[in-house]
């Protein structure tokens, strides 16, 4: 399992395209949105909170496709099948090597954001590299779930947003909600929170055992 | 060469008339029998249709989880036939609760849509159903993607309390039934025990169209190989 996680992450330590290309996108994303709305509208901590989860489910998307895209083009994945390990640890590499690239992405993006949009610095903002974190962690478990289904399929790049938008629902109202509230400077640690750590669990557990069931030959 | 098995013959032959049956009763019922709702007047009549076809969304997605969890065990093509003819009976039925809710609610509620939790939660669980059966279109029908189906299949019901707990929090403003006079109970339970029936009787019509397209696959692939 690290083997396989220190490849993908050296791959990309050597390239840095996926990250690279990851980071502006999200920007770009911003600045979709930021044309899209009125100042007024840009200030408000509820559209800073949506923005930056939007962008994060975007270039998530991507991500979690260049995840299995490459070995599926030289054929490796059924290389990495044919070692004697329990398909559930390749799970836990992609999944532990996506949460690495979007952290760092979003390392850049959500400062950036705040500043781009001039939302207030504040101390609740400590909490937010773990509700960030939360949210990647559920993102990237159901993502390497369904892009191992997708990437095998025709029509790919679309089947996966099909299959994961939908099943992201709890995740994203859950995540913009704590990150509003923490925006705001309230309280965050509430409901909200407690149902972002359970899709967390929930999805943690259901990908490594459903994982097998995808990827066996 | 293994033909369908019709162990069930009778139920085939009678459950279309039950079906009939039914049916017109529960539209002699809404038409006819019913009275009135006080406040909401005529409108109110689609509510028969409407709550079943929800119901029957409802089941498909189960019948969708159990036979892909029975599939992923036991690896029976049956099982994924069922699940995959569930999930397009689920969708369409999915899609009679979303086209009848905004028929009741532009009367009623002034507008055609509103992101209450019950609407939100069917176009979901609508979308999900759509994921589930454009996979299958695209991904062909071979062994493997009926494991990636029945995994989707499963996921999606893992997420269904998710789901539901999360869009309740965030708001809501759903009809409850709180009283209901006799004859509506009456009216409701016949259209009900209708809409079970047709929705088993086309769930049945789909297993055995499926199985029989695949009796044809392999029966071609016979004659291939023997000319």
Redo the contacts between chains.
Sequence with gaps: MWAILWKDLLLELRTKERVSSLLVLALLIILVFVFALTPEQLHQPAFGSALLWVALVFAGMLSIQRAFILEQERNCFAGLLLCPIDPGQVFFAKFLSNVCFLAIVEAVVAPLTLALLGLPFSVSLLGLPLVLLCGIVGFSA?GT??AA?AV????RE??LP??L???L??LF??AVNVTGALLAGEVWTG??FR?LI??DV??VV?GWL?FG??V?? | MKTVTTHSGLVDSFLPWLTCVAMLAALAMVFLYVPNERVQGEVQRIFYFHLPSAWMAFLGFFIVAGASAAFLWQGKRSADLLARAAAELGMVFCSLVLLTGPLWARPIWGVWWTWDPRLTMTLVLWLIYAAYVLLRVFAGDTETVARYAAVLGIVGVIDIPLIYISIRLWRGIHPKVEQMAPEMAWTLLVCTGAFVCVFTWLLRLRVRSLHLHDEIRALRQHVVAAS
Aim: proline share 6%.
């Design positions: 159901l779930l369904c289904i095998r399929t025709r029509a679309i089947i099909l299959m938008l939908p099943l629902v709890p109202i859950a409901t909200w149902i359970a899709f929930i999805f259901t459903a069931f995808v066996q030959e």
